[in-house]
């Protein structure tokens, strides 16, 4: 399974003084070193994290993959076809919500997904469809072309009782079946952390998971190699041990 290092906030960090450190760039390379199978980033329209020089710099000097997410504006458009990263993750974005709240709606604007889809894939970037778990999203998304879904794992991290987060935990293992079994590249991530990850990595048609926030939060006591250490060894155990 690929853990792909969203650095975003390494970026918040270095924005909250507006100095050049701790620099996004060298996160990246240190992230690739100690395990990371892509590096993830989010460039929001108000430019709040990552910024634009940051993406040119960091796709110059990876020696993995960049995944870019971005929302579907056609300036994201004309900068990521700049770019050119690996993968772009189309993600909706308000530009008040702290974090990307939920999945794209796919259904309710699917000419225009088809559309953003459609311009990035004739480019040759694989595109993946940020998405909630939700089989009618996940069709519409095939339809509009996408072969790659990040299913939104946020509602399971944040569910606030066992009952709750073994619903949402179904509606995941669901949507990865159905997603798969249509011929989809099914990925994943949200507000996972060493604590709640295991049951995600469980499943077995997601092969990729994106993971930012507590891992950075992490790296401030541990160092980003050895947070990255932990997250990947308790991915790989949830992937062997047959669950409890
Ligand atoms: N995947 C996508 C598509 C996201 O938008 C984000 C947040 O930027 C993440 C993964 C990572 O989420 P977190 O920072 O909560 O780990």
């Known amino acids: 399974m690929l853990l792909g290092v969203n650095i975003d906030h390494v970026a918040t960090l270095r924005n909250a003084r507006g100095v050049g450190y701790p620099s996004p760039l060298e996160a990246a390379l240190i992230a690739e070193t100690y395990g990371a199978n892509l590096i993830t980033l989010h460039l929001r329209e108000d430019r709040r994290h ?129 997603a798969a079994d249509l011929g989809i590249t099914v990925n994943a991530g949200h507000g996972l952390t060493i604590h709640n990850v295991a049951p995600i990595a469980r499943i077995p048609q997601i092969v990729e998971l994106n993971i930012g926030h507590s891992l950075i939060a992490q790296a401030v006591f541990l160092g980003l190699p050895e947070a990255i250490r932990q997250m990947k060894e308790a991915m790989y155990r949830a992937r062997t041990t047959v669950s409890a």
Not at 68 to 90: F, G, R, S
Request: aromatic share 6%.
């Open 50 to 178: 990552i910024k634009d020089a940051d993406v040119f710099a960091i796709k110059q000097a990876i020696r993995t993959r960049l995944n870019l997410e971005m929302a579907m504006t056609e300036e994201m458009l004309a900068n990521a076809l700049q770019v050119m990263p690996e993968d772009v993750c189309i993600v909706p974005e308000k530009r008040e919500e702290v974090t990307t709240e939920g999945g794209l709606e796919v259904v309710g604007q699917f000419e225009k997904v088809r559309h953003y889809v459609g311009e990035l894939q004739r480019a040759g970037i694989r595109v993946s469809i940020f998405i909630a778990p939700d089989l009618a999203q996940i069709q519409a998304a095939y339809d509009a072309g996408a072969r790659v879904i990040e299913l939104h794992t946020g509602a399971y991290a944040d569910a606030e009782n066992h009952a709750e987060r073994e619903h949402e935990l179904q509606r995941i293992q669901t949507a990865a079946k159905f």
